[in-house]
């Protein structure tokens, strides 16, 4: 069975933060700025441990977020008039 990955970022949030998810490759990234965490999508299964995430850097975060039209301060979306 594949991960229908929409579906997923409907339905998962951050186990540690609450915050929404965004698709980064094979992994969620957190769209928390405090944690910025990063859970590995292994067999198409998203990991969703907090103990096995990983801390993305800050740099690397807000691209992430600019990647996915989100504000590189705070993870928020961008409203279509801002960007």
């Known amino acids: 069975m594949n991960l ?3 579906r ?3 339905l998962l949030v951050c186990p540690q933060s609450h915050a929404p998810l965004v ?3 094979r992994s969620l990234v957190s ?3 405090e944690s910025r965490l ?3 999508i292994k067999d ?3 990991i969703m441990l907090v103990d096995e995430a990983e801390t993305v850097a800050d ?3 807000r691209d992430l977020m600019r990647q996915n039209n989100r504000d590189p301060q705070t993870g ?3 409203s279509a008039d801002v960007q």
């Open 4 to 6: 229908n990955l929409q």
């Open 8 to 10: 997923a970022l409907d």
């Open 23 to 25: 698709f980064d490759g």
């Open 31 to 33: 769209t928390d700025p």
């Open 38 to 40: 990063r859970y590995a």
């Open 44 to 46: 198409d299964i998203p």
């Open 59 to 61: 740099n690397e975060w």
């Open 76 to 78: 928020q979306p961008l």
